[in-house]
C-alpha cells in the first residue's frame, strides 16, 4: 500500500518519521489527521494473525449498551449507511470498500481501489446521498511534477443499481500543490446537507500558512481551495466548486442538528492551541491562519496580521467539565492535539438524558513528548448565546476507545471505528487494524 498522508495533521518531521506516527491514520483530523501513514502491507492482503489484543470494551452510561460488531481487515478511514441499519460500507485508505452487516457482522469486498484510483492513495471521504449513490473521495499525490501535486478525485455510482455500488465514476476532479512538509491534510469528509446540497471538507496544505524552499513543494502557503469547506450541487453532473467557508484548518468532520445548524470538528496545529468545534455559517472565516481558538496571540510569528477588513469568528467555548477544560479559564474548545475526528447529532430516537447532544469521539495524541489525550468519546451539549452555538457543555461519554476515527448513525444506533488498536500514543497494536463497534440504547 502507499504512504498516505495523515489526515488528521503532519505535526513535523521528525514526528512523521517517528514509529508512532507513522501508523496513525489515513483519515487527515484536517485531519483530517487526519488517515494512515505507513502500514507494513497492502490493505487488501490476508491480514496476519494479531499480536495485540483488542482492547476491552470501555464502560458505557447507564440506559446503553455496547458490542463489538467486527473487527476489521485494515484500518478505516470512514463509515456510512443509508441509515436504516441494514448494512454499513467501511472506507479503507486506500479506496478498498467493504460492506459490513451489523447483524451478523459478516464483511465482503465490494470494490478494490486500484481499479478505479490508482497511485499514492489517500480515500478520506464517504457518503451516499438522497438518491442511493455513493461518493468517495481519493487524493493522489502525484510526484511526476513540480512541486508535487494533490490530485482530487470525487467518485460517484449511478444510483440505479437495487444491491450495492459498483460503477464509481468520477465526478468531480480537481488539484492543488501537495502539502508543504507533509501536511497535506486532503479533502475529506462528504456529508449531504438539510438543504439537499453536499459539503466537503478540504483541509489545509501547510501547518499554519509558512512556504518552503524545497523544490518539491509550492511555497505558497495556503490555496484559494485549500482550508475551507465547499458546497456541490448533486443534482449536476458537472459540479463546480463553491466555498462555503474559510478559516479552517481540519474540519475533520461535520454534521446538522435539528435546527439545520452546521457543527464541525476542527484539528490544530503543532503549537498547542486548543482543538476547535464550529458552528459554521455560509460566508464566514474561522481564524486560520491568523487566530487559533480563543487564543489572543498568534504563536507563529512567519504570520503576519490578519487582513483589516476580514471579520473572524471565534469557536465555540468549552464550558467544561471535561474535554480540557479549565476551571475559570473556559478554552475553545478540546485539549491541544486530542484530534477530535467525526461528529453525530442525537436525535428524538435516543435517550431523553443525551437527546439533543453530540457524540464527538477524538482520535487520540499523535506527536510524541507531549501527554496522552483523547482515545475517546465526548459528550456535547450545545448553548445559544444570542442566538448562536457559543457554548458547550461537554462530558467524557464512553473512555478509553482504540483510535476512534469516524461515528456513524444508523437504524437508532450508533457505530463507532476503531482505526487501530492503540489505547495511547506509545502504546502497542499500532500497527493492526482496529473494528467497529456498536452503541446501543437499552430498550
Known amino acids: 500500500m502507499p504512504r498516505p498522508v495523515d489526515a488528521f495533521r503532519c505535526r513535523t518531521r521528525e514526528a512523521m ?6 501508523h496513525v491514520i489515513v483519515i487527515h483530523l484536517a485531519l483530517l489527521v487526519v488517515l494512515a501513514l505507513a502500514l507494513a502491507a497492502s490493505a487488501s492482503a490476508p491480514v496476519a494473525p494479531a499480536s495485540q489484543p483488542y482492547a476491552p470494551l470501555p464502560p458505557v452510561p447507564e440506559g446503553w449498551a455496547i458490542r463489538e460488531v467486527a473487527k476489521l481487515p485494515a484500518p478505516p478511514t470512514r463509515v456510512t449507511s443509508d441509515g436504516r441499519g441494514r448494512f454499513l460500507y467501511v472506507l479503507i485508505a486506500n479506496g478498498d470498500l467493504w460492506k459490513l452487516n451489523p447483524a451478523d457482522g459478516s464483511l465482503k469486498q465490494l470494490l478494490e481501489g486500484k481499479k478505479y484510483c490508482a497511485g499514492e492513495v489517500s480515500a478520506f471521504g464517504m457518503t451516499l ?51 508543504v512538509n507533509n501536511f497535506n491534510h486532503g479533502v475529506g469528509h462528504i456529508a449531504q446537507g438539510p438543504d439537499g446540497m453536499l459539503y466537503v471538507s478540504s483541509g489545509s496544505r501547510t501547518d499554519a500558512d509558512e512556504a518552503s524552499d524545497d523544490p518539491n513543494f509550492s511555497s505558497e502557503g495556503e490555496t484559494p481551495l485549500t482550508a475551507c469547506i465547499w458546497r456541490l450541487d448533486p443534482r449536476t453532473d458537472h459540479p463546480t466548486i463553491e466555498v462555503f467557508a474559510r478559516g479552517l484548518r481540519n474540519p ?34 474561522y481564524g486560520f491562519p491568523y487566530q487559533f481558538a480563543n487564543w489572543n496571540h498568534n504563536p507563529y510569528r512567519h504570520v503576519g496580521s490578519a487582513p483589516a477588513d476580514l471579520e473572524m469568528t471565534q469557536p465555540i467555548l468549552n464550558v467544561g467539565p471535561d474535554g480540557g477544560f479549565r476551571e475559570g479559564a473556559p478554552i475553545g474548545t478540546f485539549d491541544a492535539h486530542s484530534s477530535p475526528s467525526g461528529i453525530v447529532y442525537l436525535n428524538d430516537s435516543f435517550p431523553p438524558e443525551q437527546r439533543g447532544t453530540f457524540l464527538v469521539p477524538r482520535f487520540g495524541n499523535m506527536i510524541e513528548k507531549r501527554r ?6 465526548l459528550q456535547v451539549n450545545l448553548r445559544d448565546v444570542n442566538g448562536e452555538a457559543r457554548e458547550a457543555e461537554v462530558k467524557t461519554f464512553l473512555k478509553p476507545v482504540a483510535r476512534p476515527v469516524d461515528i456513524h448513525l444508523s437504524g437508532g444506533k450508533v457505530y463507532l471505528v476503531e482505526y487501530t488498536r492503540e489505547l495511547s500514543l506509545m502504546g502497542p497494536g499500532k500497527d493492526q487494524p482496529g473494528r467497529v463497534l456498536e452503541l446501543a440504547p437499552n430498550p
Not at 17 to 22: E, F, H, P, V
Not at 276 to 281: A, Q, S, V
Open 17 to 22: 518519521n517517528s514509529g508512532s506516527a507513522r
Open 252 to 285: 475533520y468532520g461535520f454534521c446538522w442538528d435539528d435546527h439545520g445548524r452546521m457543527i464541525a470538528t476542527e484539528n490544530g496545529p503543532n503549537l498547542d492551541p486548543p482543538e476547535e468545534l464550529n458552528e459554521i455559517k455560509q460566508g464566514r472565516h
Open 372 to 377: 496522552d489525550v483523547g482515545f475517546d468519546v
Open 129 to 179: 446521498d438522497d438518491r442511493g449513490r455513493l461518493y468517495v473521495i481519493c487524493n493522489v499525490r502525484d510526484t511526476s511534477v513540480k512541486p508535487n501535486m494533490n490530485r482530487v478525485t470525487i467518485f460517484r455510482s449511478s444510483g440505479k443499481h437495487e444491491t450495492d455500488p459498483n460503477d464509481l465514476k468520477p465526478w468531480l476532479k480537481t488539484d492543488y500543490p501537495y502539502g
